[in-house]
């Protein structure tokens, strides 16, 4: 089941709060449900969203992003990767 975001800027990104970042990509991205965000997924995600290069980008992302370098993208870690998004994903994070 897709999660799906009606917010859209006048600038064409997408705007969500952070448990709506979240919750979409969990429930888009987090193919055995575990809760965390692989690399692999994150790639996909990354893929998905319209990104060049998506595999060289998860790598970077994921060496900035994974503070305790266990490889996955945990809830502790979710707000690294909500600044990353508004960079480099076209998405808006609002509190």
Do not use: Y
Request: no cysteine; charged share 30%.
């Amino acid at each position: 089941m897709a999660f799906i975001v009606r917010n859209v800027s006048s600038d064409g990104k997408r705007v969500m709060t952070l448990q709506q970042f979240k919750q979409w990509l969990k429930t888009s991205f987090d193919t055995n449900s575990d809760g965390r965000i692989s690399k692999g997924e994150l790639r996909e995600a990354l893929r998905i969203t319209g990104g060049l290069f998506a595999s060289w980008k998860s790598n970077k992302v994921m060496k900035s992003v994974d503070s305790n370098h266990d490889g996955f993208i945990d809830d502790k870690e979710f707000v690294n990767l909500a600044r990353f998004a508004e960079k480099h994903m076209s998405i808006i994070i609002t509190k």
